[in-house]
T-cell receptor
């Protein structure tokens, strides 16, 4: 039973380009969460999605960031017009339901903006 | 504002030298407190969930305890393979979300 799969593991972008990060949840999980880990900081919640719905995006920057979890396929975190401050590790997690329970994390995507 | 503070930031132990990691929290209403382990280049791996003051959980050399203001992760006779960053997180009551508020972690190094 594969865990949470994230790709790519490493992504390098130049300022102004777009970054697309993909996350496939564990089999049987329909709830996906995105977290960002900046250097010297803890994991910060960004967004919580169910299939085709955004449930909580209170941690998402207001501009340039968007997330989706379509009926078919992985969840996508998109960052438009990246800036150096977007450089971070982005982790996806999944759970079978939205109740208070443990999350299963992927290995993350390390985004570097040149 | 809900907040989690972990101490120390880093801890170096000799193999077999027991110690404790601290997690202090302030939250409007605690739904659950979580401990995760994170190895370099990996995502956090779940260890324990604690729900109410007085609760304790154990797994091999690790034991987690909870009070109304803090949690401790006790490590008994650690081995080098216990070296990792240990993360504490809380989940607040209210709202429809399952989101976690994380501390910045304690980096544990166990030397043989």
């Amino acid at each position: 039973n594969a865990g949470v799969m994230q790709n790519p593991r490493h992504l390098v972008r130049r300022r102004g380009q777009e970054a697309r990060l993909r996350c496939s949840p564990m089999k049987g999980h329909s709830h996906v969460y995105w977290y960002r880990q900046l250097p010297e900081e803890g994991l910060k919640f960004m967004v919580y999605l169910q299939k085709e719905n955004i449930i909580d995006e209170s941690g998402m920057p207001k501009e340039r960031f968007s997330a989706e979890f379509p009926k078919e396929g992985p969840s996508i975190l998109r960052i438009q017009q990246v800036v150096r401050g977007d450089s971070a590790a982005y982790f996806c997690a999944s759970s079978p339901s939205g109740r208070y329970e443990k999350l299963f994390f992927g290995s993350g995507t390390q985004l570097s903006v040149l | 504002e809900d907040q989690v503070t972990q101490s120390p930031e880093a801890l170096r132990l000799q193999e077999g030298e027991s110690s404790s990691l601290n997690c202090s929290y302030t939250v409007s209403g605690l739904r659950g407190l979580f401990w995760y382990r994170q190895d370099p280049g990996k995502g956090p791996e779940f260890l324990f969930t604690l729900y109410s003051a007085g609760e304790e959980k154990e797994k091999e050399r690790l034991k987690a305890t909870l009070t109304k203001k803090e949690s401790f992760l006790h490590i008994t006779a650690p081995k080098p393979e216990d070296s990792a960053t240990y993360l504490c997180a809380v989940q607040a009551r209210g709202g429809a979300t399952n989101k976690l508020i994380f501390g910045t972690g304690t980096l544990l190094a166990v030397q043989p």
